[in-house]
């Protein structure tokens, strides 16, 4: 079982520093309780063993909202916040309709749909497996936005390359430039993601959708000159060519036209 935990972790507990290093995660505490075997807990969500999760929970153990302590979440995270990242449907399905805040943050204010917009596990069905944990968050009314001057779930979603994600969301009705204001953003956009990446399809698919790249972080930078900060030679010209296009022209006009060769 350690092993287990060990290697779950690896993948799930601890692959989203880099994210929290770009800026505007600020932490909020959270209670979670001592009594808990919470390494337990954390092989029956990375196992998606729900009966082992509600058993927990019938006896009083745990409750559906509680809080328990991970590596990289020491204050505590959300049941149902590390079963969307593990992608475990059935622990999920069980916390909803049991009453757990769908909408329950992560001492870095990351909502489950948030974890299960970024997160997939290694194997064939991992992508299928998230993605339909994005949906069934989507559909029981999960929140599209987080609280202001923190991350969406566009920008995870952008941050992995996650294309068909981004589509649904943006679908959704999803916000392309997060809230930004005047141009001006206190975290990336879901764009500075992709481009800081060099994700060069999901930067064309939010340019698509309307994303702003005159966009700026507060005293910061925009997504082309992230773009050129990490060498995304692939990418600069895309958002080069977004930031040319004339008013009251959308950019698949202005910059995917039979002769802009360079944002093919």
């Known amino acids: 079982m350690r092993k287990f935990l060990r290697m779950r972790s690896a993948r799930f507990w601890g692959g989203l520093v880099v994210v929290l290093m770009l800026g505007g995660c600020a932490g909020i505490g959270g209670d979670h309780s001592a009594g808990i075997d919470n390494e337990s807990m954390l092989n029956a969500i990375g196992q998606d063993n729900v009966s082992y999760i509600q058993a927990a929970i019938n006896r009083g153990a745990i409750g559906v909202n509680q809080k328990i302590s991970v590596e990289v979440y020491p204050d505590g995270a959300p049941l149902i916040a590390l079963a969307a990242r593990a992608g475990s449907m059935q622990v999920l399905r069980y ?27 290694d194997g064939a069905s991992a992508a299928d497996r998230h993605e339909e944990v994005v949906r069934f968050l989507v559909d ?38 997060a809230d930004a204001n005047d141009r001006v953003i206190y975290v990336n956009t879901p764009l500075m993601m992709a481009a800081i990446q060099g994700n060069r399809e999901s930067v064309r698919m939010l340019l ?24 995304h030679t692939h990418v600069e010209p895309l958002l080069a060519c977004a930031e040319a296009v004339p008013p009251g022209m959308r950019y698949a ?3 995917e036209g039979p002769n802009v060769a360079a944002t093919r």
């Open 95 to 121: 916390l909803v309709a049991a009453g757990a805040d769908f909408n329950a943050r992560t001492p870095v204010n990351e909502t489950p749909l948030m974890l299960a917009a970024y997160f997939r596990d």
């Open 140 to 177: 029981a009314g999960a929140s599209l936005e987080n609280e202001s001057h923190n991350y969406t779930p566009l920008a995870y979603a952008a941050y992995s390359d996650r294309q068909r994600t981004l589509r649904y969301l943006l679908e959704r009705g999803a916000r392309v430039d």
């Open 208 to 231: 698509r959708a309307g994303a702003d790249p005159l966009v700026r972080v507060h005293r910061g930078s925009t997504a082309r000159e992230f773009a050129q900060k990490y060498r």
């Open 253 to 255: 006009q202005h910059c």
